[in-house]
């Protein structure tokens, strides 16, 4: 679950770590609020289109199971664990 979770902070922080390095290639000073002030909303949706469309794409190509999970039961005063099939 902490994978899951940090890949969508890391891909939300795409484009500021893209501004940050055309900053730093532009030879401007990369803490300096004047760069980052006017970006800030830009950024903030790329970030937001990029995780909403990692998203949607991982929910179209995920694999899917034809049965699913058959939870714990009984059979015959036994206890059948649960399982996938």
Do not use: C, K
Not at 12 to 41: C, I, K, M, N
């Amino acid at each position: 679950m902490f994978r899951l979770v940090l890949q969508e902070v890391l891909l939300f922080a795409l484009p500021f770590l893209g501004f940050a390095a055309y900053l730093l290639l532009s030879r401007r000073p990369v803490w300096e609020r004047t760069h980052w002030d006017p970006q800030w909303t830009r950024l903030v949706l790329a970030g937001l289109f990029i995780v909403i469309a990692s998203l949607v794409m991982g929910g179209l190509t995920a694999s899917r199971h034809a049965n699913g999970y058959v939870p714990a039961h009984l059979e015959d005063g036994r206890l059948v664990p649960g399982r996938f099939e």
